[in-house]
């Protein structure tokens, strides 16, 4: 009998949770056609969109500076461990670069400004619900999605790609000082190799897989701050769900469109 | 004209409008009144289209709101100028952009003639000078204010004050009162004031409507209202609480 209750009670629950991803899904697929459909119809504010690229992009570049370059110093240094036992040590600038652009930088870019960005968008829209701010947008005429989801998508789309380049450069950049002057890696050969191995198509699946996350952190973080609840707990609930959620979306979408991308471009 | 049919909204389980009906003429100003959490704020928001009913109609001007989308919404909120409970001032925004909003977003104006409306709105508030004051530094007095100039500037047929005196001291709500007069007055728009205020809603309203047991349980100019002998009317008015609350 009580294996019975204990049954019940936890397909209650599977439920409960499966119905309440739905509902998350649904909503945030009727936000994205909303966003679709405003930003189609050229309805951004200037003013607002340069602000926020001000915001998403130059004060996440510290950040992101920083993740480059140490993401790119120690890639170098243990493909260097792995591949001078092979006497392939030229061929360690091609490894990081080939990463670097492809995968680590949009991906490592995009977790960073989630964690900045993401939980900012959702503090700050979840204390205009709290606060009625949006209820007051909204008896202004002016929809929300306008004036508050589309400049901050639209920010991050803009933003993510060129942040990405700059956390490859620079994490390129830094293995390279690593590679030359602490490994003893002969420099000459170290970079033809990788100029060698780097195709425009790394680059490219790289800048794609960015403007896909900037609109993933923009949305799910606009999402989680306009739905919020109510009150302090409210916001803080929003805030963290909102940088779990645009991370692990992250890390999922990129295993696919890594898949997709290779396929479309021959590698696979 | 604003008319509510047969309301009904429902939270969870806890049902908070259970068939609210009344009819709203242009020019009118109604105090809507009701005891803390009888649901005379999400009342106000269905008329505006914040809320949708579970059952029931709001119209404006003969065209029913429910069921629109938020698009559509906007078309019918140009009419109505809000004061919210709290203010709901921008917080990032100084109080001339504040103010300035509706008019910024319309396009139709000149910076200059944009200033011009935001000092004239200003000054009718008794707020001149405090352009380039943040929210956070005034008191809750003048961001109401500050909440009802941003309301007004547009020049909208319909005002909805939800609690405007509330939080306030006597004579902070004495002058709140006033103003809302003022701007019945001199802008001729429909007012609904929500509060449990009973000298606001003596004051400002030509009709005083009781919200009791989730439905308008009482209805009448301010003179016959308050003079009404009924029980609960009568508890109410007078501010006596109930024995079990004792």
């Known amino acids: 009998m009580p294996i019975v209750i204990l049954r019940a009670t936890m397909n209650f629950f599977a439920n409960k949770r499966v119905a309440y991803v739905l509902t998350e899904l649904g909503q945030i697929a009727l936000l994205t056609r909303e966003v679709i459909a405003s930003a189609l119809t050229f309805k951004v504010a200037w003013r607002d969109l340069l602000y926020q690229i001000y915001f998403i992009g130059i004060k996440s570049q510290s950040v992101v500076i920083v993740t480059g370059a140490f993401t790119g110093m120690v890639l170098g240094a243990q493909t260097y461990f792995q591949f001078h036992k092979v006497k392939m040590d030229t061929a360690t600038l091609a490894v990081v670069s080939v990463s670097m652009c492809s995968e680590l930088g949009p991906v490592l870019t995009a977790l960073m400004v989630a964690g900045r960005v993401g939980a900012a968008i959702a503090a700050e829209l979840g204390t205009m619900r709290v606060t009625e701010q949006i209820d007051a947008l909204r008896t202004l005429a002016t929809h929300p999605v306008d004036y508050l989801v589309v400049p901050r998508l639209i920010a991050a789309q803009i933003a993510l790609p060129l942040l990405t380049v700059e956390s490859v450069v620079v994490g390129i950049g830094a293995s390279y000082l690593v590679g030359v002057h602490i490994l003893g890696i002969e420099p000459t050969y170290l970079w033809v190799n990788m100029l060698k191995y780097t195709h425009d198509v790394d680059l490219a699946m790289g800048l794609v897989k960015s403007f896909i996350y900037g609109g993933i952190i923009a949305l799910i973080g606009c999402y989680k701050g306009m739905t919020c609840g109510l009150g302090a707990e409210g916001v803080g609930r929003a805030t963290t769900e909102a940088v779990v959620y645009s991370s692990i979306t992250i890390l999922i979408t990129n295993f696919f469109l890594t898949l997709l991308m290779g396929k479309l471009v021959g590698q696979l | ?246």
Request: cysteine-free; aromatic content about 6%; glycine content about 8%.
């Open chain 2, 1 to 246: 004209m604003i008319e509510a049919r047969s309301l009904e909204k429902s939270f969870g389980a806890q049902k908070i409008l259970d068939g609210v009906s009344f009819r709203i003429e242009n020019g009118e100003s109604v105090a809507i009144i009701g005891r803390s959490g009888s649901g005379k704020s999400v009342l106000l928001k269905h008329l505006i289209g914040l809320l949708q009913p579970d059952a029931g109609e709001v119209l404006i001007d003969g065209e029913n709101i429910v069921g629109m989308n938020e698009r559509q919404l906007l078309r019918v909120r140009r009419k109505f100028g809000m004061v919210f409970q709290g203010a709901a001032l921008f917080d990032s925004m100084t109080v001339a952009e504040n103010v300035a909003f509706a008019l910024r977003r319309k396009k139709k104006f000149t910076e200059a003639e944009i200033t011009r409306r935001v000092t004239f709105a200003l000054e009718v508030v008794d707020l001149p000078g405090t352009e380039n004051k943040n929210p956070a530094e005034l008191s809750g007095g003048m961001r109401k204010r500050v909440g009802l100039a941003r309301a007004i500037i547009y020049e909208p047929q319909i005002v909805l004050y939800d609690e405007p005196t509330t939080g306030l001291d006597p004579i902070v709500s004495d002058s709140i009162d006033k103003l809302i007069i003022r701007v019945r007055d001199h802008l001729k728009v429909t007012s609904i004031v929500v509060t449990h205020d009973m000298r606001t809603a003596r004051r400002v309203g030509n009709r005083v409507l009781m919200l009791h047991d989730k439905k308008i349980y009482a209805s009448g100019a301010p003179e016959e209202f308050f003079a009404s002998q009924d029980p609960v009317v009568r508890q109410f008015v007078d501010g006596v609480a109930d024995k079990k609350v004792i």
